[in-house]
């Protein structure tokens, strides 16, 4: 099972929005609607910011949001913030009843 | 509060045995699919096995070729990971993380770190 693929990095300023891909197939991303993202900040553990591609858990911030288009997922982080500065991994279930990780993103606020 | 707490890491010499626990509290543990989930220093998270809440249905990432065995011990609350025949690329901090959906992980534990190095 190959990674997803997303972008190494992306940065942003404060305020502003990013958009981070998650690109797999259509035996994972796109063959079902359970894609998740987390963010990890350097040292700690991940933690689960959107998950079934678009829902976000309790406490989370609604500024975080997550779409699907095909084979593509998608995370937006709007009105970026400091404290937003990490590392976002997106997962997806596969049809071998496995999972699946992207291989993470860095993203800096400038 | 629920929380995962996860044990056993160390350093072990290639070729070495290693067997990880996580205990988890603060929710039924026997009614979810419990994962592990490594990251090499400096890498990305890298999804290793799961098992179902019965441990009916078990899963591993191709990559491991029948080296590590998960498993659960309910009565205990806790979920276990034994490692054989360890090599370099298996030197990872090892999270355990509870499936709220099929790909949905909520919480992590804080991860142990296993060094494979002689």
């Known amino acids: 099972q190959s990674a997803l693929t997303q972008p190494a990095s992306v940065s942003g300023s404060p305020g502003q929005s990013i958009t981070i891909s998650c690109t797999g197939t259509?035996?994972?991303?796109?063959?079902?609607?359970?894609v998740s993202w987390y963010q990890q900040h350097p040292g700690k553990a991940p933690k689960l910011m959107i998950y079934?591609?678009?829902n976000r858990p309790s406490g989370v911030s609604n500024r975080f949001s997550g779409s699907k288009s095909g084979n593509t997922a998608s995370l937006t982080i709007s009105g970026l913030q400091a404290e937003d500065e990490a590392d976002y991994y997106c997962?997806?279930?596969?049809?071998?009843?496995?999972?699946?990780f992207g291989g993470g993103t860095k993203l800096t606020v400038l | 509060e629920v929380q995962l707490v996860e044990s056993g890491g160390g350093l072990v010499k290639p070729g070495g045995s290693l067997r990880l626990s996580c205990a988890a509290s603060?929710?039924?543990?026997?009614?979810?699919?419990m994962n592990w989930v490594r990251q090499a220093p400096g890498k990305g998270l890298e999804w290793v096995s799961s098992?179902?809440?019965?441990?009916?249905?078990?899963y591993y990432a191709d990559s491991l070729r029948g080296r590590f065995t998960i498993s659960r011990d309910n009565a205990k609350n806790s979920l276990y990971l034994q490692m054989n025949s360890l090599r370099a690329e298996d030197t990872a901090v090892y999270y355990c993380?509870?499936?709220?959906?099929?790909?949905?992980?909520?919480?992590w534990g804080q991860g142990t770190l296993v060094t494979v190095s002689s």
């Open positions: 993380a509870r499936a709220t959906g099929l790909a949905w992980f909520d919480p």
């Open positions: 603060g929710f039924t543990f026997g009614t979810y699919t």
């Open positions: 098992i179902s809440s019965s441990s009916t249905y078990i």
């Open positions: 259509s035996s994972d991303v796109g063959g079902y609607n359970y």
């Open positions: 079934d591609v678009s």
């Open positions: 997962n997806s279930y596969t049809s071998s009843s496995t999972v699946v």
